[in-house]
């Protein structure tokens, strides 16, 4: 059994000097504040061992844990976790778990200034459209919480081929985040957008004329009569919001086969992740869309596989990774993205250099550039699902005593 109690103190402020008009604009937030007490138990209870194991009940144990934690902002929550693990012959386990999760909105999320600045953004006809675009902290952002459910198993004979294999579930509620940020491309052209998007006619409408010269008559808008307010054609919301519910589900998979030949000691190895489906609903009254694959969500697979090498003091491995291919939100088909990792170390096991480790890494071994996507913002690759750095190298020296 573990117990333990936590207490944090978070502060957030900002002072912060925008230069974009004839002078500059100061946006200064007041001090936050947050303190959270909490207590935590875990307990591991192992039913059946090998005094009381019986045929097909090798091993039984439970796994009981739970936190409670008070918010002197958010209010008081309590999250249990609960697992088992099942032996029913040597070398196999199978386990599940199911529990709850809790995350307080940060508070730069609730507490950040809000700032008003313009962008342009597209329209469905190939046009564009001058809008002016609030983004920063939201007061009103209500905690995000979550379940989780997994079961798979584990096979692993020593000196054999090793297997696990697990599926997960989890499903999000109140999930915080910037629905119209994530996708301002396609804020106006986006049903499931609608909500964040108020779209104003100044030069026909008296009353758009007089809410957008209520937004650029505010202090944080530092652009002032750059343009003209019957200029705008909509307002949207980028900040922080509580979105309707996500739910991810997939599997995991990894194996292990060691080979010994001679003084040489070789381990093949891979493990791949697989998202069946993430389903997204943007608000709680928005429908429900299937996101996997899709830019800015999880691609559908993920792999690495590879092989390790020992022999004495000296030790390398080389795997390659695989970034399934995926889609932009035109339809527009990214390609996948396959790299390889390569090192090699020398570690001497005797002598006054014993402890010491000389190791030398190269990720993106054949410097494979990231798949080409024609990005709103011009860069021409997605750094959610690939690097832009090229093959790099690192040489480390440790030494332990």
Same mark, same amino acid.
């Given at each position: 059994?573990?117990?333990?109690?936590?207490?944090?103190?978070?502060?957030?402020?900002?002072?912060?000097?925008?230069?974009?008009?004839?002078?500059?604009?100061?946006?200064?937030?007041?001090?936050?504040?947050?303190?959270?007490?909490?207590?935590?138990?875990?307990?591991?209870?192992?039913?059946?061992?090998?005094?009381?194991?019986?045929?097909?009940?090798?091993?039984?144990?439970?796994?009981?844990?739970?936190?409670?934690?008070?918010?002197?902002?958010?209010?008081?929550?309590?999250?249990?976790?609960?697992?088992?693990?099942?032996?029913?012959?040597?070398?196999?386990?199978?386990?599940?778990?199911?529990?709850?999760?809790?995350?307080?909105?940060?508070?730069?999320?609730?507490?950040? &200034?809000?700032?008003?600045?313009? #962008?342009? +953004?597209?329209? /469905?006809?190939?046009?564009?459209? %001058? $809008? *002016?675009? !609030?983004?920063?902290?939201?007061?009103?952002?209500?905690?995000?919480?979550?379940?989780?459910?997994?079961?798979?198993?584990?096979?692993?004979?020593?000196?054999?081929?090793?297997?696990?294999?697990?599926?997960?579930?989890?499903?999000?509620?109140?999930?915080?985040?910037?629905?119209?940020?994530?996708?301002?491309?396609?804020?106006?052209?986006?049903? &499931?957008?609608?909500?964040?998007? #108020?779209? +104003?006619?100044? /030069?026909?409408?008296?009353?758009? %004329? $007089? *809410?957008? !010269?209520?937004?650029?008559?505010?202090?944080?808008?530092?652009?002032?009569?750059?343009?003209?307010?019957?200029?705008?054609?909509?307002?949207?919301?980028?900040?922080?919001?509580?979105?309707?519910?996500?739910?991810?589900?997939?599997?995991?998979?990894?194996?292990?086969?060691?080979?010994?030949?001679?003084?040489?000691?070789?381990?093949?190895?891979?493990?791949?992740?697989?998202?069946?489906?993430?389903?997204?609903?943007?608000?709680?009254?928005?429908?429900?869309?299937?996101?996997?694959?899709?830019?800015?969500?999880?691609?559908?697979?993920?792999?690495?596989?590879?092989?390790?090498?020992?022999?004495?003091?000296?030790?390398?491995?080389?795997?390659?990774?695989?970034?399934?291919?995926?889609?932009?939100?035109?339809?527009?088909?990214?390609?996948?993205?396959?790299?390889?990792?390569?090192?090699?170390?020398?570690?001497?096991?005797?002598?006054?250099?014993?402890?010491?480790?000389?190791?030398?890494?190269?990720?993106?071994?054949?410097?494979?550039?990231?798949?080409?996507?024609?990005?709103?913002?011009?860069?021409?690759?997605?750094?959610?699902?690939?690097?832009?750095?090229?093959?790099?190298?690192?040489?480390?020296?440790?030494?332990?005593?």
């Amino acid at each position: 059994m573990a117990v333990g109690v936590q207490i944090r103190q978070d502060t957030f402020d900002t002072r912060t000097l925008t230069f974009t008009g004839a002078a500059p604009v100061a946006i200064v937030t007041p001090r936050a504040e947050r303190r959270v007490s909490a207590v935590f138990a875990e307990a591991r209870i192992p039913l059946v061992g090998p005094e009381n194991a019986s045929p097909g009940l090798r091993s039984l144990e439970l796994s009981i844990a739970g936190r409670y934690e008070d918010y002197d902002d958010f209010g008081s929550t309590t999250n249990p976790k609960l697992g088992v693990v099942w032996s029913p012959v040597r070398d196999l386990a199978l386990r599940a778990s199911w529990g709850t999760s809790f995350r307080a909105a940060s508070l730069p999320q609730i507490h950040d &200034a809000s700032v008003l600045s313009l #962008t342009t +953004v597209p329209r /469905g006809d190939g046009g564009s459209v %001058l $809008a *002016l675009y !609030q983004y920063g902290g939201n007061a009103d952002l209500k905690p995000e919480t979550a379940e989780t459910f997994t079961i798979g198993f584990d096979y692993r004979p020593r000196g054999r081929l090793n297997v696990s294999a697990g599926y997960f579930d989890t499903r999000f509620t109140d999930r915080i985040a910037q629905p119209a940020t994530e996708n301002l491309a396609g804020v106006l052209t986006d049903p &499931a957008l609608a909500p964040f998007v #108020t779209r +104003v006619s100044p /030069g026909s409408n008296a009353a758009d %004329l $007089a *809410l957008v !010269q209520s937004y650029i008559s505010r202090p944080d808008f530092a652009f002032g009569t750059l343009y003209p307010a019957t200029s705008y054609g909509a307002i949207i919301d980028g900040r922080w919001v509580n979105t309707g519910a996500v739910r991810v589900n997939g599997f995991d998979l990894s194996a292990r086969y060691p080979l010994a030949v001679g003084e040489h000691r070789i381990t093949l190895d891979g493990s791949a992740s697989y998202v069946l489906g993430y389903e997204s609903q943007t608000t709680p009254t928005a429908s429900v869309r299937e996101v996997v694959d899709l830019i800015g969500y999880p691609v559908r697979l993920r792999s690495r596989i590879g092989a390790a090498w020992s022999s004495g003091d000296w030790s390398a491995d080389l795997h390659w990774n695989h970034v399934g291919d995926y889609r932009d939100r035109l339809g527009a088909r990214i390609d996948a993205w396959n790299t390889a990792d390569l090192q090699a170390g020398w570690s001497p096991s005797a002598g006054v250099l014993n402890g010491l480790r000389l190791a030398l890494t190269i990720h993106n071994l054949f410097d494979q550039a990231p798949p080409f996507y024609d990005a709103p913002s011009g860069f021409g690759f997605d750094p959610g699902q690939a690097s832009l750095m090229g093959r790099t190298v690192a040489l480390q020296l440790i030494k332990r005593w």
